[in-house]
C-alpha cells in the first residue's frame, strides 16, 4: 500500500524490515487444537477485550510512503475481516470436502498439516488490514493464527498469546523458582585464595581467547555460505525459487522426559544438545533410507538456526515485553548461526550422535556468530536499505540445506478464549530450502513440525519417523548407562 507517511506513524524496525521484502516474506503459523466445540461469538467477543488487538502492531496497517519506507500506521480493527470460519471438514489432501462439523471425531492432524502446508506458500496476508488472521477450522476444533513476521519473533509472539491465555488447573506456577542463598565459605588462607584469583583470571583470559577464535572462524564461514559456498546437493537440497514449490508438513513427537534421559548420560548436556542429535542422526538415517551407499561418510548439511538474543530465553512477560529500554522488548531480536550436521552410519553407540552434538553446540556458545549477524544485519539495513541485507539472507537460506526454529512453549496447559488447548505447534511460510524443522515445548511434550518441498521430500511422515526413532534408541542406550 503506498502512502506519504505522516508524523504519527511509527517506522518499522530494521528487522521489520527484512520480512517485507518479497524473497523473504515470512508469514508464522501456530495451530492450536482442542477437543470442545468452538462457539464463533464467543471467541468473537473475547477477541475484541483482548491484550492482542489493543497491541499497537495488531492494530496497524503497514503502510510506504512516496519513498519506499515502511511505516505503521494505526486504524480501527474490524473483528470479521480477520476471522476466517471454515464449517467444512478437511480430506488428507487439506481439501474441503461436503459435510458439517456433526458426527465428525477424527482430529485429522494430517488434514490440517497439509491445509497449513498450502497456505505457506499460496496465501499472502492482505495489505487492508492489519498483518493477521486467524482460521477456525470447526470440524476439527482447531485455531490457526496467521501473523506476518514483521510484528514480532515466535517468542513475542507466544509472550502475546501466554497474556491472553489462562490455565487449566490452577496451581502452583512452575515458572516460579525458589532461590536459596549460600551460606558464606569459611575463611580461607591468604596464599590459597591467591591462587585461585589467578586461576581465574587465567581462565577468563583462555575463556576470552576462544570467544574471539570461535567468532572470527564462524563468521567467516557464515559470510562464505551467505556469497559464494554451498552444500553439496543431496536429495533434501532446495535452492532458487523453491519457496514458490507445493509443501507437505508432517509432525514428528517427542515426550520431554525422554529426552532428559538422554541428557543425563553425558555431564552437561542441555535438551539442545539433544535435538540436534535427533535431526543429525534422523537426518542420516533418512538419506540412507533414499540414496543407499550414495553418501559419503561425513557429508555436511548445514542448517540455519535462529537464536533469540533476549537474556531470558523463556516466555516472556507481555508487559516486560513492551517496555521500550527492556532488554526483553517486544519485536525481532534475534541471531542466526549455522548449525552444521555431518552424514554418518549408523554405530554401536547411538550416544555418538549426542557427543559429537555437543561438542559443535558448546563451540557455538562460545562465540558471538548470533549477536554479530544481528547487529551486521541491522548495520547494512541502516546504511543501505532492505534491498542487500534481503539478498543475503536469501542467498544463504539457498547455499544451505535446512533452517531449524526452537523455543520453549508453555509449561502448563492453558485455554485460548475458554477453551482447553490439547496441542500446540508453529511453522512459518515457506523458505528456498526443501526442509524446514520447527520445534514447541507443551506441557511435556515436544512437537516437530517438518514443512517439506513435496517434490523433493516425497515422504516427510517417514523423516518424522526416522526423527522419532533416532531419540528413542538414544533412549535405550541412555537408560544402560544411567542405571549402571
Not at 506519504?4 to 506513524?9: A, M, V
Not at 507445493?246 to 517427542?254: H, I, Q, V, Y
Not at 548420560?265 to 535435538?275: E, F, R, S
Request: glycine share 6%.
Amino acid at each position: 500500500m503506498a502512502s506519504q507517511g505522516t508524523f504519527s506513524d511509527e517506522p518499522l524496525s530494521p528487522a521489520g524490515r527484512l520480512f517485507t521484502d518479497p524473497k523473504t516474506d515470512v508469514i508464522i503459523h501456530i495451530i492450536a487444537c482442542g477437543k470442545d466445540t468452538i462457539d464463533i461469538d464467543f471467541v468473537k467477543s473475547v477477541l475484541e477485550s483482548s491484550v492482542m488487538v489493543q497491541h499497537p502492531r495488531f492494530c496497524s496497517l503497514l503502510v510506504r510512503d512516496k519513498n519506499g519506507l515502511e511505516h505503521w500506521r494505526r486504524t480501527k480493527i474490524d473483528i470479521d475481516q480477520h476471522v476466517i470460519v471454515f464449517d467444512k471438514r478437511l480430506d488428507k489432501s487439506g481439501k474441503f470436502i461436503e459435510g458439517t462439523s456433526q458426527g465428525f471425531t477424527d482430529d485429522g492432524e494430517e488434514a490440517v498439516n497439509q491445509y497449513v502446508a498450502d497456505l505457506s506458500v499460496s496465501s499472502p496476508l492482505s495489505a487492508d488490514k492489519p498483518l493477521w488472521e486467524i482460521h477456525l477450522l470447526m470440524a476439527h476444533k482447531c485455531a490457526v493464527f496467521r501473523i506476518h513476521h514483521a510484528l514480532g519473533d515466535g517468542f513475542s509472539l507466544m509472550s502475546m498469546l501466554m497474556a491472553g491465555c489462562g490455565k487449566v488447573n490452577e496451581g502452583d506456577d512452575c515458572r516460579d523458582v525458589v532461590v536459596q542463598r549460600v551460606a558464606p565459605a569459611k575463611s580461607v588462607e591468604s596464599k590459597g585464595r591467591k591462587r585461585r584469583d589467578w586461576c581465574w583470571l587465567l581462565c577468563a583470559i583462555s575463556g576470552f581467547l576462544k570467544m574471539i577464535r570461535y567468532t572470527l572462524v564462524f563468521m567467516v564461514e557464515f559470510l562464505l555460505m551467505s556469497l559464494f559456498v554451498c552444500d553439496k546437493r543431496t536429495v533434501i537440497s532446495g535452492g532458487d525459487g523453491v519457496e514458490l514449490w507445493p509443501r507437505k508438513l508432517a509432525t514428528a513427537k517427542f515426550l520431554l522426559e525422554d529426552m532428559k534421559e538422554v541428557k543425563k548420560a553425558i555431564p552437561n548436556t542441555t535438551i539442545n544438545d539433544v535435538l540436534y542429535a535427533v535431526i543429525s542422526s534422523g537426518l542420516s538415517r533418512y538419506l540412507e533410507h533414499r540414496t543407499p551407499n550414495a553418501s559419503h561418510e561425513g557429508l555436511r548439511l548445514t542448517g540455519v538456526a535462529m537464536v533469540n538474543l533476549r537474556p531470558n530465553t523463556g516466555v516472556q512477560e507481555l508487559s516486560e515485553a513492551m517496555k521500550k529500554n527492556s532488554e526483553a522488548r517486544w519485536g525481532n531480536k534475534f541471531g542466526a548461526i549455522l548449525l552444521p550436521v555431518y552424514y554418518h552410519k549408523a554405530g554401536n553407540d547411538p550416544l555418538e550422535w549426542l557427543k559429537r552434538a555437543k561438542v559443535t553446540v558448546d563451540r557455538k556458545k562460545h562465540s558471538l556468530e548470533a549477536y554479530v549477524t544481528y547487529r551486521l544485519r541491522d548495520l547494512v539495513m541502516t546504511l543501505l536499505g532492505p534491498k542487500y541485507p534481503c539478498l543475503f539472507y536469501y542467498k544463504l537460506l539457498c547455499n544451505t540445506t535446512f533452517t531449524i526454529s526452537n523455543f520453549m512453549g508453555p509449561l502448563e496447559k492453558i485455554t485460548i478464549a475458554g477453551y482447553p488447548v490439547s496441542s500446540i505447534k508453529f511453522n512459518t511460510s515457506s523458505l528456498p530450502q526443501a526442509l524446514s524443522i520447527y520445534m514447541l515445548s507443551y506441557v511435556g511434550r515436544v512437537e516437530m513440525q517438518l514443512l517439506v518441498a513435496k517434490d523433493i521430500i516425497p515422504d516427510p511422515e517417514f523423516l518424522a519417523k526416522c526423527f522419532e526413532d533416532a531419540l528413542l534408541e538414544m533412549r535405550m542406550a541412555a537408560i544402560g548407562i544411567n542405571t549402571a
